[in-house]
């Protein structure tokens, strides 16, 4: 299958080497020569511009996005529709928040254009060698993209999720559970560092790998994490959000569902970037005042 691949960064980048693997004939296009400069090794077609791929490309053109989200899908859904003709179709791979893919799909179907809104999972492991994917849109659209959906993704690991949006919104929906997940193995982890026992981290988390109830994934990747430093001293204890832990609780408050543990592990996100955070002190004057409990001043 021939497809025009825009954004070549770890993601886009890992994914294009997949297809291209898997005998698809790829056009692709970065910002950076740089990234585009391998592919061009392994067998794509390097365009310069946006609309010099899509010129390489014949209509009905598939073209798949791996940019980030917000406004640089925007900008780049602009830049290319002067070169598209009716019956092209444009996928957003990326993170995108689904009411914005709502509002792309109903845009460009007005102009001729399908759109398929992709939340991808997986990380670069997923891209390089087998992901998951959640598709939103026109099921016909969907049927048409399945052959790269079938190479790209691990045996079952793609489906057709329902109309435009719903999609990002599974994505959306799979990241918050995510940052739930993550949050309970950091405190598991906190806590057994603290009770004393001189627990050996790495082997609780290998043990937890192989039969029990919380293996998985992400346990595998604590025992890699712990394997390369125990205390995992070279990393800062702050942790970034992209976005759709923020858009899931917005949504559980329009739709009135309960998620007290994904809203939590977003908060904590946020806490964790805040050193010498008021809150902290405030818990501490307060236990001080009502009391009479120990604090510590600042030097």
């Not at 959906?149 to 990002?168: A, E, F, I, W």
């Not at 799979?174 to 603290?194: D, K, P, S, V």
Request: hydrophobic share 40%.
């Amino acid at each position: 299958m021939k497809a025009g691949i825009v954004g070549l960064g770890k993601m886009g980048f890992n994914m294009a080497m997949h297809l291209l693997e898997c005998g698809h004939e790829l056009v692709v296009f970065d910002l950076s020569e740089q990234a585009s400069a391998p592919l061009a090794g392994a067998g794509a077609v390097v365009a310069t511009s946006l609309s010099e791929l899509a010129a390489m490309l014949q209509s009905p053109r598939l073209i798949w996005l791996m940019v980030p989200a917000g406004a640089p899908v925007d900008e780049t859904i602009e830049q290319l529709v002067p070169s598209l003709e009716r019956g092209d179709s444009l996928v957003d791979g990326g993170n995108s928040h689904h009411i914005d893919s709502v509002r792309r799909a109903a845009s460009l179907k007005e102009q001729g254009i399908s759109f398929l809104d992709a939340g991808t999972s997986g990380g670069l492991e997923g891209a390089r060698h087998g992901a998951c994917i959640m598709v939103g849109g026109e099921k016909s659209d969907y049927e048409r993209i399945e052959p790269l959906l079938r190479d790209l993704c691990v045996v079952n690991g793609y489906g057709y999720m329902g109309p435009s949006g719903s999609g990002h919104f599974a994505k959306m929906v799979h990241n918050g559970i995510e940052y739930g997940m993550m949050q309970a193995m950091g405190e598991g982890f906190n806590l057994l560092e603290a009770s004393g026992y001189g627990f050996d981290l790495e082997e609780v988390s290998r043990v937890w790998s192989h039969g029990s109830v919380i293996r998985g994934w992400l346990m595998e990747l604590m025992v890699q994490a712990l394997q390369r430093d125990p205390k995992l001293d070279y990393l800062k204890g702050v942790i970034a959000d992209s976005g759709e832990g923020r858009w899931m609780v917005e949504a559980a408050l329009e739709h009135e569902v309960s998620i007290p543990v994904i809203a939590a592990s977003l908060f904590n996100r946020y806490r964790s970037r805040a050193e010498g955070n008021l809150s902290d002190r405030v818990v501490a004057a307060l236990r001080h005042e009502f009391g009479g409990h120990s604090f510590l001043e600042k030097p």
